[in-house]
Structures are given as structure tokens and as C-alpha cells.
């Protein structure tokens, strides 16, 4: 397993087929072991022969982390079989281990780095307000002391709790100055004083059930200076900081349950019928296979602008990880209720051929709000926005086209360049780029740049940058007012929006672009991008084109291609075991 491709396809073939009911880390047994909210044996044994935890340690520490956008496909044969294995076996892992990479010294880097390569566990008790944690409003508060600091409290919701040997603690700190209330501790439990962490009970939800989130309670821990990750106070910029690289794979993870939940659709609505007429015969369902898989593609493109940007872009790229989480929970929850249209009453099953669709359903807002709201992520962006208005939007340069290129190296990851406000919005500009391309083309080469369809649906999203930029023009920068308005609010799911837009027509040109035997035939081609954008388009409530019928019915040919084939429902139409 030398390369981070060989791994993604190793990692694959060892799960094996999710359909086949012979397979012990099949649908079947996956399904029975959430039944039972337990974590399937068999299938962390095949992480732990893989070594997933080593993915999550950059490789200056001895792992094998080097580029975030490989991560997030990694994760992808994980999350498309349970949710509950990917979060809890090691995803939250990384969660955990994010302020160490972010502001550790060497020896707390080192001791991160160990445990996760033993195989051992972290997990991260975080405070309600930055982790939008609200089982509970309990948390830790830590106590300056001439030999260190007290540790006491107790939070009752926390992943891995007691499974995991490293704790990173978020823990009030008395005394502090506004916005430095809370200081981050990394702790190796297996160092503490005995007696002073007791596990607590185990919580149910819902969703990921075989997860376990269960309870710590720490009473008058002594633990020395050297336990506190960046400085006394750090705590809420560290939370900011850490998201910068937990929202670039949200995407990710949602995207892959979202993909087995549009194969076990697609496989529904192809199976042959007594009558030898096929579901696929009704306009609605083509309708919502094809929106679920157009929303696959929208959601990829924005993983794969905001992982590359971490490393292209980290000067910009904040607005882009929020834009990324905040819309890819959104667009599949919605897509799934579409589907479960079409599976009608095998929506509920929780055993057979379909039972997955269901799983995938429950365990979705578990995966996607585990971290942080909605509403959060809108909130980290809507500050930017007056600024891009005044001096990005229309002027700023393109980024450069590595952004859109999976294939391309990247620079190394340096966590100390990531901005907590960008300085520019060069991904608007791939819009603007991409609207006069097609405009100057002009009825040039209709099939290669997809005619006027394309065209048309392009000058309206640059139409509607143009209403967003005389929006926030209006606002001052730093107005929290204005910013916290529900027009706001709304103005910003409109931005997201463009922004998807912009990542997929940025996709799209450097496909079409690329050397030969380097592209995509499928994403080179103008059919997907015209289809996408007449979606998102009509999303925002504006002005349409005829219908685009001859590319929806190329794109519904994928879909039913890729169901045969056995590839995955996103840019990289992997193979699938």
C-alpha cells in the first residue's frame, strides 16, 4: 500500500460486498450489530490490519496523513457501509487530535502520534457553545495550582469515552478575560492519578447507535503545565482553528452513506417487475435518481475545494469549509426524503435488500451535526461576506486550477498558514471566469462548452453574485446586527449555493481541459455541469432555460451504469467490491 490510492481500493476489497449476505461485514451483519448498538467485531478487526488510526497522524509524527482531500476519500468505504465504525473506530479520533496537530509542541505531538499508532483511541470532551454539544450543559473547569492545574467536572456525552486512552479536555478556566474562558488540555489517562476519572453511563441515539458516547467524570486531577496544548485561554481559538480541518470532511462522510443510500434506491427502482415494466418508466423516479446523484456531485466538488484549498488556499479557505458542511447535510437530508418517494413502505425496512436506506437515513444527522449546528457554520462565514463584497467579488484573480485537479500533488500541510476569516474569495471568481468563457465561445463548439443551456445558467448565477455583492455592500463590516438578520442568514445559504456552483464549473474546465488520458469522459463532458447548475438554479427561484432533457437522460444513463458497474456516486466513480 503505497500510495494513498492503493489504500482507498485495499481498504475496499477488504470489507468486501455490502450485498452479498454471505459476507460477515456485509449489509446483513452490519445491520444486526446496529440492531443491537454494538460495533461489528469483524470489521474493526480489518481496520485495525489496515491501521486506519495512522491516517489521522501527519507523517512528520510517523503517520501517513500528508493531504486532507485523500483523507476524505479514505473515509468514504468506511462511511458507506456504518457510520457508527467511522466515527467511533477513528474519525472522532481525529476529531480529538486535531488541536494537537493544530498547537501541540513536539512531546504532545509525539504522545498523540503513539497512541493512535498503537491502535489506542483519543476522545475529545469539547465546551456546549463551540461544539454545539446540547445533550448536556455540564463541562470541566481546570484551576491554576503551584504544580499545575485541578481538574474537575464531569460531561456526560462524549464519543469513546471509555474506550480511549488520550483525552483532550476543553475545561473552564476561572478568572479569564472574554473570549478566553477555556483552555485545552491533552491527557494520557492511563498517566493520571488513580481513582480521579470514573467512566459514566453510556448514552442511546438514534443515529449511529452502535457508537458508543457515553460519560467521564474527573474529580481533583492533578496534571502539570505541560499538559495544556497552546496557552492558558487558547481554548475557543483552538476550536475555531480545529474546524478549519474537521469541515472539509463532513462532505466526505455524508456523501458516502448517501451513496449507498441512492444505490439501494437505484437498485429498487431497476428491478425487474412481473409486468416487465420498470419504475424507472415513471418521470419522478428518473426525477430523483438523477437530483440524488447531481447532489453527490455538487457535495464532492465542494470536499475537493475545500480539503485542496487547506493546502492551496489557506488564506481563503475558511468560508469554503463552512460553505462545504453547512450545504452537504442539507442537500442529502432533502434528497433522501425525495427518495424515500420511490422506496415507498421499504423506507421503513430494517432488515432485507433496502434496510440500509433506512440506516443511512437515521444515522445522518447524527454524522453530519456531530460536530457543530448548521447554524454555525452560516455564522463563520456571514462576517466575511461585506468584506468579499468590498474587495473580492468581481476583482479578485482565479485560484489556481491545482484546486480542481484531484490527480495533482499538493504542497505540504502547514497548519499554522489556515486563516479564521479569508482575505478573498478567488472560488467566486472561477464564475465570473467560467460565465465569459462561455460567452465569448458563443455558439462556438455547442457540444464541447454544452450550448446555450450552459450559457444562460452561468450569467444568472453571475447575476446573482452581483445582487449578494449590493446586499452586503450595504452592511458594515462587523455590524452583528445586520449580520444576525434572518435576510442575512438566508443571504449566506444563497452564497453557498453560488459557491457550489462555482466549485463544479471550476471541476468541469479542468477536466475538459486536462491532458489526454488524464480526464474524466463523463465529468469532461458539459452534460452533468449544465444539469447541476439548472438544479441549483432552480433552487434559488431563478429565471430558467427549457428544461434540459438530453443531458438529465446521460446523466440517469450513469446512474444506472455506475449501478451495474459497481462504481461510486461521486467524482471518482471508484470501483466498489
Not at 468560508?319 to 447535510?329: G, I, K, R, S, V
Not at 438554479?537 to 458497474?565: F, I, W
Request: proline share 6%; with cysteine; aromatic share 6%.
Amino acid at each position: 500500500m503505497t500510495t494513498a490510492e492503493d489504500r482507498i481500493d485495499a481498504l475496499e476489497l477488504a470489507f468486501g460486498s455490502l450485498d452479498d449476505p454471505d459476507n460477515p461485514l456485509g449489509a446483513a451483519a452490519l445491520l444486526a450489530a446496529d440492531a443491537a448498538g454494538a460495533v461489528l467485531p469483524e470489521a474493526e478487526q480489518v481496520l485495525d490490519a489496515f491501521g486506519l488510526n495512522a491516517e489521522f497522524v501527519p507523517a512528520d509524527v510517523g503517520g501517513r496523513l500528508e493531504r486532507m482531500d485523500l483523507l476524505g476519500r479514505l473515509l468514504r468505504p468506511v462511511f458507506r457501509r456504518d457510520a457508527s465504525l467511522g466515527f467511533g473506530y477513528g474519525l472522532n479520533c481525529f476529531f480529538a487530535a486535531t488541536p494537537v496537530w493544530t498547537a501541540g509542541d513536539d512531546a504532545q505531538r509525539r504522545l498523540a502520534a503513539r497512541l493512535l499508532l498503537s491502535g489506542r483511541r483519543l476522545a475529545v470532551a469539547r465546551h456546549e457553545v463551540a461544539h454545539g454539544n446540547d445533550f448536556v450543559r455540564d463541562e470541566f473547569t481546570a484551576r491554576a495550582v503551584p504544580d499545575g492545574l485541578v481538574i474537575d467536572g464531569s460531561k456526560s456525552a462524549i464519543a469513546n469515552a471509555s474506550r480511549a486512552t488520550g483525552l483532550v479536555v476543553f475545561a473552564r478556566t476561572d478568572g479569564a478575560a472574554r473570549g478566553r474562558s477555556h483552555t485545552v488540555l491533552l491527557l494520557d489517562r492511563e498517566e493520571l492519578p488513580a481513582g480521579t476519572v470514573e467512566s459514566l453511563a453510556r448514552r442511546t441515539t438514534t443515529g449511529m447507535r452502535s457508537a458508543e458516547f457515553g460519560g467521564l467524570r474527573i474529580t481533583d486531577c492533578l496534571v502539570p503545565h505541560s499538559a495544556v496544548l497552546g496557552d492558558i485561554g487558547d481554548g475557543y481559538e483552538l476550536s475555531l482553528r480545529s474546524s478549519l480541518l474537521i469541515r472539509g470532511l463532513i462532505p466526505s462522510i455524508v456523501l458516502a452513506g448517501a451513496d449507498t443510500a441512492l444505490r439501494t434506491v437505484a437498485r429498487f427502482a431497476n428491478r425487474g417487475r412481473a409486468d416487465g415494466r420498470s419504475s424507472l418508466d415513471v418521470r419522478h423516479v428518473r426525477d430523483v435518481l438523477t437530483g440524488g446523484f447531481l447532489d453527490l456531485l455538487i457535495i464532492d466538488c465542494l470536499a475537493l475545494v475545500a480539503t485542496r484549498a487547506l493546502h492551496l488556499l489557506p488564506r481563503q479557505m475558511s468560508a469554503y469549509a463552512a460553505a462545504a458542511a453547512y450545504l452537504a447535510p442539507k442537500l442529502v437530508a432533502e434528497s433522501l426524503n425525495e427518495m424515500s418517494s420511490v422506496l415507498g413502505e421499504e423506507t421503513f425496512a430494517e432488515d432485507g435488500a433496502y434496510a440500509m436506506f433506512q440506516k443511512q437515513r437515521r444515522d445522518l444527522p447524527v454524522t453530519a451535526l456531530g460536530h457543530a449546528g448548521s447554524a454555525g457554520r452560516q455564522v463563520s462565514i456571514l462576517p466575511q461576506l461585506p468584506y468579499f463584497a468590498r474587495h473580492a467579488w468581481f476583482a479578485d484573480p482565479e485560484p489556481p486550477p491545482d484546486l480542481f485537479r484531484p490527480d495533482r500533488p499538493l504542497p505540504p500541510l502547514d497548519l499554522s498558514q489556515p486563516a479564521l476569516l479569508g482575505d478573498g474569495d478567488p472560488l467566486a471568481a472561477t464564475l465570473v471566469a467560467c460565465t465569459d468563457l462561455l460567452e465569448a465561445a458563443g455558439t462556438r463548439d455547442e457540444t464541447g462548452l454544452g450550448g446555450p443551456a450552459l450559457r444562460f445558467l452561468t450569467r444568472v448565477l453571475t447575476g446573482e453574485l452581483a445582487e449578494l455583492k449590493k446586499a452586503f455592500e450595504k452592511v458594515a463590516e462587523g455590524d452583528r446586527e445586520a449580520l444576525s438578520s434572518p435576510q442575512s442568514f438566508g443571504l449566506a445559504d444563497r452564497y453557498t449555493l453560488v459557491l457550489a456552483a462555482a466549485a463544479c464549473l471550476g471541476v468541469w474546465r479542468e477536466q475538459r481541459s486536462a491532458p489526454h488520458g488524464h480526464a474524466d469522459e463523463f465529468l469532461a463532458a458539459p452534460a452533468w455541469v449544465t444539469v447541476v447548475l439548472y438544479r441549483l438554479v432552480a433552487r434559488l427561484g431563478l429565471p430558467l432555460p427549457d428544461r434540459p432533457v438530453e443531458p438529465e437522460r446521460l446523466v440517469l444513463a450513469e446512474v444506472v451504469a455506475r449501478l451495474h458497474d459497481r462504481r461510486s456516486y461521486d467524482l471518482y466513480a471508484s470501483p466498489l467490491a
